[in-house]
Each structure stands twice: as structure tokens, then as C-alpha cells.
């Protein structure tokens, strides 16, 4: 039975849309006032919003439901496929945070030229502009639309080329009217909300099992839940909520903990476009640390938890049958409902 929207849903997703075209159309005047407005908000964000943005820029459609299949199938330790990258961000935060609002840059691809100078530095930027904007933002831009795609089918009877288009409309819409100003003020506001929607997600289905409650205390609780599937998939409880490794799971191996540990974090550098945009923005070096830093705590340590709840009791309303099996068709079910 498909799912069906109360007014109050309508009347939510109606406001966000409204607000989302009010906002883009307060900062016509001032996105329209030269590149540096349009870009970057002529440098005058604050690091609370600056930090915030990147956190809403991270948080898409698709995030909490990969968060669920990552921790169906190997559990929360699994989550260490991300969280590794917590080491370069928080060097990024002290030792390059301030160095890239000083540079006075509008995109990381104008650091190349700078650097280098000269034809073949020009030639480099375009190659950055042409692979990174072209082909690998449209692959995320795939898989992001295309969660978006899964998780409107399960509750308006559309197809996926209505949906597409009325995301597409609107992002376009809002954003080509007032620029970077619009962009970090609705990113403030979906993160709000989204963070608001998963607490209280996770809030109503720990309660619906008796809450989080403790293994063996008696007390039916979601805990006692877990232990009972883990057991009959051939695991623990202890297993599948440890936040390190056992071992035991093919998805999260000791060494590919080891290597994400040593090796994964600086196998790229955390200075990006979405990223640098937003730290050149900001008022000032100190500014931009502080919004590097927002950014590596909320990202890591705050936002993932109540998915990750979720994810648990995803497990129990959906046990696998033995170990490790069918993580991805767990996450499907998930995204459909």
C-alpha cells in the first residue's frame, strides 16, 4: 500500500518551495552586483553559516539511506568507509582553512592558475573546470536525482521525469536568481529541517521497540531486538553496534580498517569546490577556520546518528537472513518506505 501525504505534509513542502523562490528573489539585486557577489557573497558570511552550508551541501537525499545500507550490511563500524576522512578534514581545518580565504579565490580551479601561471597552467584549469564540472558532478548529480527519484515514487504516483524535472526547475530557479546568498540561506534551513526529520525518525522508532533500553535488562527495547536478529543471523549484538571493527564482516575488514586509517585519508586532499566557495566566503581567516571546524564536528560526530539508529532498526523490521546477507536490498526497502 502506497503511502499517502496528510495536509500538514503539503502545506510543509508547499513552504520550503515558497520560501525557497522568496529567497532567491530578496538577493536578485545584490547576486546581480558583479562575480564576487554571485559567487561567494562579496566575503561576508559568518563561519556558523559558512560551516553549516558544507554540512547541508554533504546532506543529500541519497546520504541517510547509504548510511542504512552501509550499516545493515556491516554494521555501525561499517560507517568507517566515511568517517576516516574525519583526519583530513581536520587538518584541512588548521592548516588550510585560513590559507584558502587569503588566496581571495572565487573557485579552487583559479588556485591552479595562480600556482602554476603560464599557458600550460590555463590549459590545466580548463582540464579541472571540464572533468570536475562536467563529468564527475554529473555522475553525483545521477545518483543524487535518481534518490530522489525512489523516494517521491513511494509517495506521489509520478513518473521519474515529473520528479526530475520539478528538481531541477526549482534548484535552477532559486539559485540562478540570487546567487550564493540564496544558496547558503536555504542550505541553513533544509539542514534544520532535515536534522529536525531524522531525530524525530529516529526518536519514533526507537520508542515504537521500547526505546534503546539495554541488552538483558528484561525490559523489551530495541537492543533486545537487535540482539535476537543478530543472533539468528549468526552474530552478536556487540558485533554489530561496535564502533570498531571486529573483523567479522566482509564490508568493514580489519585491513581495509587499517588502510582507510593510514592510507585513506590523505589519498585526496579535502579542498574541493562546494568547499573552498564557502570558505572564501567568509569574512574573514578566522572566519573560515571556524567554519571548517563546524563542518568536521557536525559532520562526523553529530549528523550520523540518528541515521544510524534508523539503520539498526531497519534491521529489525527487516532481519537478514544470515550473515551479511542482502545489505543492498535492505537499503531498497528502506528507501521505499
Not at 588502510?259 to 581567516?285: K, T
Request: with cysteine; charged share 10%; net charge positive.
Amino acid at each position: 500500500m502506497r503511502p499517502t501525504l496528510a495536509t500538514v505534509d503539503w502545506a510543509v513542502i508547499g513552504a520550503y518551495v515558497l520560501f525557497a523562490f522568496v529567497i532567491g528573489s530578496l538577493f536578485v539585486k545584490k547576486a546581480s552586483q558583479g562575480v564576487e557577489s554571485f559567487f561567494v557573497g562579496d566575503r561576508k558570511l559568518p563561519w556558523w553559516l559558512a560551516g553549516t552550508s558544507i554540512v547541508a551541501t554533504t546532506f543529500a537525499a541519497d546520504t541517510p539511506l547509504a548510511v542504512t545500507g552501509i550499516v545493515a550490511g556491516a554494521g555501525v563500524s561499517g560507517n568507517w568507509l566515511w568517517w576516516g576522512s574525519a583526519i583530513a578534514q581536520v587538518i584541512s581545518t588548521f592548516f588550510f582553512a585560513r590559507l584558502w580565504r587569503r588566496a581571495g579565490v572565487i573557485t579552487d580551479a583559479e588556485v591552479t592558475e595562480l600556482r602554476y601561471g603560464g599557458r600550460a597552467a590555463a590549459a590545466l584549469r580548463g582540464f579541472k573546470a571540464l572533468y570536475f564540472g562536467l563529468f564527475v558532478n554529473t555522475l553525483t548529480m545521477g545518483w543524487v536525482i535518481s534518490a530522489m527519484v525512489k523516494i517521491s515514487r513511494a509517495f506521489f504516483d509520478v513518473s521519474p521525469a515529473v520528479v526530475i524535472a520539478v528538481c531541477i526547475v526549482t534548484s535552477v530557479c532559486y539559485t540562478t536568481l540570487g546567487g550564493f546568498r540564496s544558496v547558503v540561506i536555504t542550505d541553513f534551513v533544509q539542514f534544520l529541517l532535515s536534522v529536525v526529520g531524522a531525530v524525530a525518525l529516529a526518536a519514533m522508532v526507537s520508542s515504537r521497540y521500547g526505546g534503546l533500553g539495554a541488552q538483558g535488562d528484561g525490559a523489551p527495547s530495541l537492543l533486545t531486538s537487535l540482539g535476537e536478529v543478530a543472533a539468528r543471523g549468526g552474530s552478536s549484538l556487540a558485533e554489530l553496534v561496535s564502533f570498531i571493527p571486529s573483523g567479522h564482516s566482509a564490508q568493514m575488514s580489519i585491513p581495509l580498517f587499517i588502510v582507510l586509517l593510514s592510507a585513506g585519508w590523505w589519498s585526496q586532499c579535502e579542498g574541493n569546490g562546494y568547499v573552498v566557495q564557502r570558505l572564501a566566503a567568509c569574512r574573514d581567516e578566522a572566519q573560515a577556520e571556524g567554519a571548517a571546524l563546524w563542518f568536521a564536528v557536525a559532520h562526523h560526530a553529530l549528523r550520523p546518528w540518528p541515521w544510524i539508529i534508523v539503520g539498526l532498526a531497519a534491521l529489525v523490521v527487516f532481519p537478514p537472513q544470515g550473515r551479511g546477507a542482502a545489505p543492498a536490498r535492505l537499503a531498497a526497502r528502506e528507501a521505499a518506505t
